[in-house]
């Protein structure tokens, strides 16, 4: 019954976020604003991370493809489809939800229990909308930059580590990453890094707007939201993994 009840609870919560906003102007101005912070304040953990990811990735390859009916070509190929088809969409959204989830969650939460929400509510303003809405387009505007500067930086990563470890060269590895190269992969993993970035910004927008206590409860609210978004991301893998490339 709980989850029934949240399920209930979280779509009142989308209507009264979607509803149309007073001024349209002022949305702009929030929207820039939470580019900034959930975007472009992200940059630097997305490149750090991929840099390692496409690093690892491809000594891993090569130290496993120590086979001499191989290509040596296939160590950029794989670093490649790794990057497009799953780690800079699904990992680096998993990372997010923990660095912007618990972020956004703690913000509205802490609003919620030093009544910042309800004296908006007062003055007849539309909190949920005013709060939430400008998080959801600015974190499904920016992440597809990400997604393309993670794909850039991994590939580029791997690029560095194959070559002065001198497990492949320069060649094969950029022959491996144009070998066979399927765009809709890329249309794809787009699609999947929107749907993270709304789950990653409305999930624990809902739990620190409901929450009720003091700093203790926007605590607990916080580490719900990261949770719960990671699961839901990871099943949203899962299910958008099996429409769009059936």
Request: no cysteine.
């Amino acid at each position: 019954m709980n989850l029934f009840e949240n399920v209930g609870k979280f779509s009142r919560f989308l209507v009264l976020v979607f509803s149309k906003p007073e001024k349209g102007k002022t949305l702009f101005s929030q929207i820039l604003r939470e580019i900034d912070k959930l975007g472009i304040n992200s940059i630097g953990i997305v490149v750090i991370i991929s840099l390692f990811m496409g690093a690892v990735i491809t000594l891993q390859t090569a130290y496993n493809m120590q086979n001499p009916l191989l290509p040596d070509y296939l160590v950029g190929y794989t670093t490649r489809e790794s990057m497009i088809l799953e780690f800079s969409s699904t990992i680096v959204g998993l990372i997010l939800a923990g660095k912007v989830g618990s972020n956004i969650a703690s913000e509205i939460g802490s609003m919620r229990v030093t009544e910042q929400i309800d004296a908006l509510e007062i003055m007849g303003v539309n909190s949920a909308n005013h709060l939430v809405l400008p998080k959801i387009i600015a974190a499904i505007f920016i992440n597809p930059f990400l997604y393309v500067l993670s794909v850039f930086v991994g590939i580029t990563g791997g690029l560095l580590a194959g070559y002065l470890s001198g497990t492949v060269n320069f060649t094969d590895y950029i022959d491996g990453v144009q070998f066979a190269f399927v765009p809709y992969y890329i249309t794809y993993s787009l699609i999947k890094t929107a749907v993270f970035a709304f789950i990653i910004t409305a999930i624990p927008s809902f739990y620190g707007y409901y929450v009720k206590g003091g700093a203790l409860e926007v605590g607990k609210a916080s580490t719900k939201a990261v949770v719960n978004s990671s699961i839901l991301i990871l099943l949203a893998n899962v299910i958008l993994t099996q429409i769009l490339l059936k």
